[in-house]
């Protein structure tokens, strides 16, 4: 069984900065394609950033240039950085990974931005 772990939300203002890590523990191996996602509306979830296991990133078109995710293979984490940051992205984020074929998400953790 694998557990991811969110940290790193919080209260910020608009224009501020968070960063959010994601540790993955457990039976882990080989941690595949991770990402993050956050609610958008109900229990629906929206891609936020994903990152293979070689470093190659994806973003969705309203964090480019803004976020960044990154990962330290040897820790089993992975990061979210989170710059100018907007009152419209308050809510929850939300860690996932692969790992060999399971899929797993992490808790959630909030993160408001204040105007």
């Known amino acids: 069984q694998v557990q991811l772990v969110e940290s790193g939300g919080g209260l910020v203002q608009a224009g501020g900065s968070l960063r959010l890590s994601c540790a993955a523990s457990?039976?882990?191996?080989?941690?595949?394609?991770a990402g993050w996602y956050r609610q958008v509306s109900g229990k629906q979830r929206g891609l936020v950033a994903t990152i293979t296991s070689g470093g190659n990133t994806n973003y969705a078109d309203s964090v480019k240039g803004r976020f960044t995710i990154s990962r330290d293979n040897a820790k089993n984490t992975v990061y979210l950085q989170m710059n100018s940051l907007k009152p419209e992205d308050t809510t929850v984020y939300y860690c996932?990974?692969?790992?060999?074929?399971?899929?797993?998400w992490g808790q959630g953790t909030q993160v408001t931005v204040s105007s």
């Open positions: 996932n990974a692969w790992v060999g074929q399971y899929n797993y």
């Open positions: 457990g039976s882990i191996f080989n941690i595949g394609v």
